[in-house]
């Protein structure tokens, strides 16, 4: 059993099931539910893990979107898979999962790229998420 706090263990557990989706004809339900199956660990996370893994599947056309609007001399497609699954998580964790706060899902996404994806990926999630975090907040004042 890992020391991980249970919410960062689990939003490992969503980045690793959505990364699953990438690559899988199967309907999200089925593999989720796979994922579950074969990571008795995360059953006491189960529920976040579905609420989050759901909320990224459900948004993901909008949250690329908003995605695009914060890339600077960037394209889309050059984003790594994996930074593109933690921007959508951090992007719907800030948006939809109230009790969160959104500078602890920007940070939890930034150190969940330390793990998976490359040295420039803790720096550009952040920045994309700050950015994005921002516009957030400007629309919750209006």
Request: overall charge negative; aromatic content about 10%.
């Amino acid at each position: 059993m890992s020391n991980l706090h249970p919410r960062r263990n689990a939003r490992e557990g969503v980045l690793e099931a959505l990364f699953a989706q990438e690559f899988s004809e199967e309907k999200p339900k089925v593999v989720l539910s796979r994922f579950l199956d074969s990571n008795p660990s995360r059953e006491k996370s189960s529920e976040f893990i579905e609420i989050l893994f759901f909320c990224v599947i459900e948004n993901v056309i909008w949250a690329d979107d908003l995605i695009k609007l914060h890339l600077q001399n960037w394209e889309f497609e050059r984003v790594a898979k994996v930074d593109r699954l933690l921007l959508r998580m951090g992007i719907c964790e800030i948006f939809f999962l109230e009790e969160i706060p959104p500078k602890v899902s920007i940070s939890e996404m930034v150190e969940i790229s330390k793990i998976y994806s490359t040295d420039e990926s803790p720096g550009f999630i952040n920045g994309i998420l700050d950015s994005v975090y921002k516009d957030f907040q400007k629309k919750e004042m209006n």
